[in-house]
């Protein structure tokens, strides 16, 4: 339809409203149908009220993977039952929301537009503001669903699309300090199961695995230690491990290699944080490390992460297990704050394949190309 993918999606300015608001949020970006109510007191204190996820991993599992045209479908199949149990379990009709936030990218575009458009239909027929959410920024704020957490905090997104070092001051007020160059480290989680035979989705396999694993045995490749920057790379480690996949014979092998690859993907993360923690610490007194997005799941990734905060002086804080993957309670809980500043979206809000939370900065310095469909990161 021609929507201009490198510009703000349709946000407009309105009377901020007072009081408690109370959002439903929809999330359909990749193999997750979800929609949530969540309540926001004007002191920044977040209630939820339901959250409904529908997995398509068994839609997918033959394949190995996501394959979009199949999430689309089942996105269109069971948006409407997700809605109307979130709706029920929090005990509310349609007239005592105050809004209605949607996931309008980055995602597959097919399922964004699914609960994009569900989310215009409900705005529309009920008379409420609509809010376009990006979904990182969801994943950015989604630790404030378990917490009271003040603003400004270091934010590591770690997901299986994205890997981000985030200054985080604010809802819409975000700066990038490093991303990755190439794969996210979800995705080499789960490619590198797949070589492995894990079955999808390969992150938590691979995570059960290393559990009876010695890591030590496999000496795998360290991407970037020549750079001073706060960027990762994890395709040299992808490669290196699905080579040495094949060669694994038995199931100790197997898991002496999931252990390698997970304890290399930690020390990353961690490297890269500690090199972003002591930058922010030049710059703020507030001291907030802060880990969200899928892999923030991963329980040897949360203690590496939290061993290199503390020794940075910084508190750390990751959302709860529930709101580390992908939800649509983040994403109400973003709309809501948007709302609350009286930001809502036009009804016209493209579903963006691309959209990155630091967009000047994406255009400005890209590490991807940028193409038709907008930067990438």
């Not at 991993?57 to 269109?76: K, L, M, Q, T």
């Not at 079955?199 to 030590?216: T, V």
Request: glycine share 12%.
């Amino acid at each position: 339809m021609g929507a201009d993918y490198s510009s703000e999606t349709g946000a407009t300015t309105a009377p901020a409203p007072g009081g408690d608001l109370t959002v439903l949020g929809l999330e359909t970006s990749c193999d997750e149908t979800a929609a949530s109510v969540v309540r926001l007191t004007p002191d920044g204190v977040a209630t939820v009220l339901s959250s409904v996820v529908h997995s398509q991993i068994d839609d997918h599992a033959a394949f190995g993977g996501v394959v979009p045209e199949i999430a689309a479908r089942s996105h269109v199949e069971m948006i409407d039952g997700v809605v109307r149990r979130a709706m029920a379990d929090a005990g509310l009709g349609y007239g005592e929301l105050d809004g209605v936030a949607a996931t309008a990218g980055p995602g597959l575009v097919g399922g964004v537009m699914v609960g994009l458009g569900f989310g215009k239909a409900v705005a529309l027929a009920r008379g409420l503001p609509l809010v376009a959410v990006n979904h990182l920024e969801g994943h950015a704020v989604s630790a404030r669903l378990g917490a009271q957490v003040d603003y400004p905090f270091l934010l590591l997104l770690v997901s299986g699309g994205h890997c981000q070092l985030l200054e985080v001051r604010g809802i819409g007020d975000m700066s990038r300090l490093g991303t990755t160059i190439d794969d996210a480290a979800g995705e080499a989680f789960d490619k590198i199961a797949k070589a492995m035979g894990l079955g999808y989705p390969g992150g938590p396999a691979l995570e059960r695995m290393a559990e009876d694993g010695d890591g030590s045995r496999f000496d795998l490749p360290r991407a970037l230690l020549g750079r001073k920057d706060c960027d990762f790379s994890f395709s040299g480690l992808k490669t290196a491990a699905s080579r040495l996949a094949p060669t694994c014979e038995t199931d100790q092998d197997r898991a002496d290699l999931a252990d390698a690859v997970q304890n290399a993907i930690a020390r990353q993360l961690s490297e890269r944080s500690d090199r972003a923690m002591a930058d922010y610490a030049d710059k703020h007194d507030h001291r907030l490390f802060v880990v969200a997005g899928g892999v923030a799941a991963n329980k040897t990734v949360r203690r590496v992460l939290e061993a290199t905060a503390a020794k940075r002086g910084f508190d750390f804080l990751a959302p709860p297990m529930a709101y580390c993957t992908d939800n649509a309670a983040m994403i109400a809980l973003a709309g809501a704050e948007r709302l609350q500043l009286g930001l809502v979206s036009d009804i016209d809000a493209p579903a963006r394949p691309r959209w990155p939370l630091d967009e000047a900065r994406a255009l400005a310095d890209p590490v991807h190309p940028t193409g038709r469909k907008g930067a990438k990161a």
